[in-house]
Nanobody, 128 residues
């Protein structure tokens, strides 16, 4: 069993930055891709960013336009999401998840069913 715990969310103003963290415990497999998703009220959960097992490959949702950066530290079993220039529309619950693959490809980065473990989420609220 794998446990993922997100932290770092909060209430910020538009233009501010936040750094989310995801700590893994249990029978974690460092040789798996990881992803961040988000879900706003009344909307479907959507892919935000993903990273391969060794950090060499990253993928981002098109709407981010370079504002977010995903990283990982396998020695510490953590994955981070640096979020800069936050906008009101970034308000959502942010989830980290472990992918079934070592290095996802193509649309498999975005598919929720390709992730087998999820954290409980951390709320990010951006005031305009």
């Amino acid at each position: 069993q794998v446990q993922l715990v997100e932290s770092g969310g909060g209430l910020v103003q538009a233009g501010d930055s936040l750094r989310l963290s995801c700590a893994a415990s249990g029978r974690t497999l460092s040789s798996r891709g990881m992803g961040w998703f988000r879900q706003a009220p009344g909307k479907e959960r959507e892919f935000v960013a993903g990273i391969s097992w060794n950090g060499d490959i990253t993928r981002y949702a098109d709407f981010l336009k370079g504002r977010f950066t995903i990283s990982r530290d396998n020695a510490k079993r953590t994955v981070h999401l640096q979020m800069n220039d936050l906008k009101f529309e970034d308000t959502a619950v942010y989830y980290c998840a472990q992918h079934r693959m070592v290095t996802p490809y193509g649309t498999k980065w975005h598919e929720i069913t390709q992730y087998d473990y999820w954290g409980q989420g951390t709320q990010v609220t951006v005031s305009s």
